[in-house]
């Protein structure tokens, strides 16, 4: 099995820049896909990107395409996702996800392909 633990998260004002991070622990860190959610008051949890398990192929939700970035390193156990020009929109707890059971050149879209999740980290952005 596979254990996530989620930082980053905080407090910005429209406009500025955050770093989440993703620690993985358990089943080796290159045979899963990532993923990163997020869940607003009220709303259903959605996918924000995700990156395959070598991390040449990436998704993105249309929301955030241009202004976050996914990115893993295999040898550190760790996936980021970097978010910039953050809008109060973006306001959520953002959780990490492995997708256990993808292949080599792809990642999951849905929950239901997530096996594992972190405990997610809040993420506030003021106007």
């Known amino acids: 099995q596979v254990q996530l633990v989620e930082s980053g998260g905080g407090l910005v004002q429209a406009g500025g820049s955050l770093r989440l991070s993703c620690a993985a622990s358990?089943?080796?860190?290159?045979?899963?896909?990532m993923g990163w959610f997020r869940q607003a008051p009220g709303k259903e949890r959605t996918i924000v990107a995700a990156?395959?398990?070598?991390?040449?192929?990436?998704y993105y939700a249309d929301s955030v395409k241009g202004r976050f970035s996914i990115s893993r390193d295999n040898a550190k156990n760790t996936v980021h996702l970097q978010m910039n020009s953050l809008k109060p929109e973006d306001t959520a707890v953002y959780y990490c996800?492995?997708?256990?059971?993808?292949?080599?050149?792809?990642?999951?879209?849905?929950?239901?392909?997530?096996?594992?999740w972190g405990q997610g980290t809040q993420v506030t952005v003021s106007s």
């Open positions: 996800a492995a997708d256990l059971n993808g292949g080599s050149n792809s990642y999951g879209l849905q929950e239901y392909e997530y096996g594992s």
């Open positions: 358990g089943r080796a860190f290159s045979t899963y896909a």
């Open positions: 990156i395959s398990k070598y991390g040449p192929y990436s």
